[in-house]
């Protein structure tokens, strides 16, 4: 699986073989299909696995003890630190979403079927904290969509900027830093209550 991952975040779906993805683990062919049937199950497996890492790096915090916002935050970061690793994956998904629209369709209707405990407690923390007058009031996905659009956005557009720039590592390594910090800000400032008007 791993090979695989390599090979169609390299190449993407249709750029991919059985037979590289076996050459790279270094097995031959017949053992992909034993173990996996298709190419179209070993990258539907890939897909739902990243794609699950993806959402429970923002939801996965549930289990700590600490106040709201503080649990916000390192949700946050652990969501952006999760795409600073995995940097190619969003670029995958869009990539394939855009020409193999059916494939991820069914890869989808299939995932979507799954229950996520963690997503429903982020929705209860969300309720509790809106009972409390802590936060506005709001919906679990417009959350999740509001972080994955800020965080995946500043890893879509960094190549361009540092080839714009002609930024250094280093460099680039300290705008993320920074813009982590202020991709926290503008969720943190999203959700906290409309000001009362007088």
Same mark, same amino acid.
């Given at each position: 699986? @791993?090979? *695989?991952?390599?090979?169609? $975040?390299? #190449?993407?779906?249709?750029? %991919?073989?059985?037979? +590289?993805?076996?050459? =790279? ?70 990539? @394939?979403? *855009?020409?193999?629209?059916? $494939?991820? #369709?069914?890869?989808?209707? %299939?995932?979507?079927? +799954?229950?996520?405990? =963690? ?80």
């Amino acid at each position: 699986m @791993e090979a *695989a991952k390599e090979l169609f $975040l390299e #190449k993407g779906y249709a750029g %991919t073989s059985t037979v +590289e993805i076996a050459r =790279l683990a270094g097995c031959n062919q017949s053992l992909v299909h034993y173990y996996y049937r298709s190419k179209k199950n070993l990258f539907g497996l890939v897909f739902r696995k990243h794609a699950g890492y993806l959402l429970s790096s923002l939801t996965e915090i549930n289990e700590e003890a600490l106040p709201f916002e503080e649990k916000m935050r390192k949700r946050i970061s652990a969501h952006f630190d999760f795409i600073h690793k995995n940097w190619k994956l969003p670029a995958l998904f869009f990539n @394939e979403i *855009a020409t193999n629209f059916e $494939l991820v #369709k069914e890869i989808f209707d %299939t995932f979507s079927k +799954e229950k996520y405990p =963690l997503f429903y407690q982020f929705q209860a923390d969300l309720d509790a904290e809106y009972e409390k007058g802590a936060i506005r009031k709001m919906d679990a996905i417009d959350l999740i969509f509001s972080v994955f659009s800020l965080n995946v956005m500043t890893f879509m557009m960094s190549p361009m900027l540092k080839l714009i720039y002609k930024s250094s590592d280093a460099d680039m390594e300290q705008f993320l830093e920074k813009r982590k910090l202020e991709n926290i800000e503008l969720i943190m400032n999203s959700i906290r209550p409309f000001p009362v008007e007088k």
